[in-house]
């Protein structure tokens, strides 16, 4: 079984910086997930549907949603089985409860999410 905990997240001002971590189980299911998945980070804001907003490859590739292009790198140390999301000149638009999962994503691997409010 494979769980993802998200944390990092909080209170940040507007302008700030954040780095998100998502922690995947370091069984052989979390491992194997690692070794053979594209990873993203997903997040949903109140009233929205929850949307992708970066992906990594295994090669090391990304992709970034065209709202966080070049505020917000992603990356992945596959062997401690981390992802991470750091988040720069962060906006009002960027509160939302944020999540990382497969890409696409798996349902059973969604967890609590880690909630970040952007406000001054």
């Known amino acids: 079984q494979v769980q993802l905990v998200e944390s990092g997240g909080g209170l940040v001002h507007p302008g700030g910086s954040q780095r998100l971590s998502c922690a995947a189980s370091r069984n052989i299911f979390g491992i194997t997930v690692f070794s053979i998945k594209d990873l993203g980070w997903y997040r949903q804001a109140p009233g929205n549907q929850r949307e992708l907003v970066a992906a990594?490859?295994?090669?090391?590739?990304?992709n970034y949603t065209d709202h966080v292009k070049g505020r917000f790198t992603i990356s992945r140390d596959n062997a401690k089985t981390m992802v991470y999301l750091q988040r720069n000149n962060l906006k009002p638009d960027d509160t939302a409860v944020y999540y990382c999962?497969?890409?696409?994503?798996?349902?059973?691997?969604w967890g609590q999410g880690t909630q970040v409010t952007v406000s001054s």
């Open positions: 990594i490859s295994l090669d090391g590739s990304t």
């Open positions: 999962n497969t890409v696409p994503a798996t349902y059973l691997y």
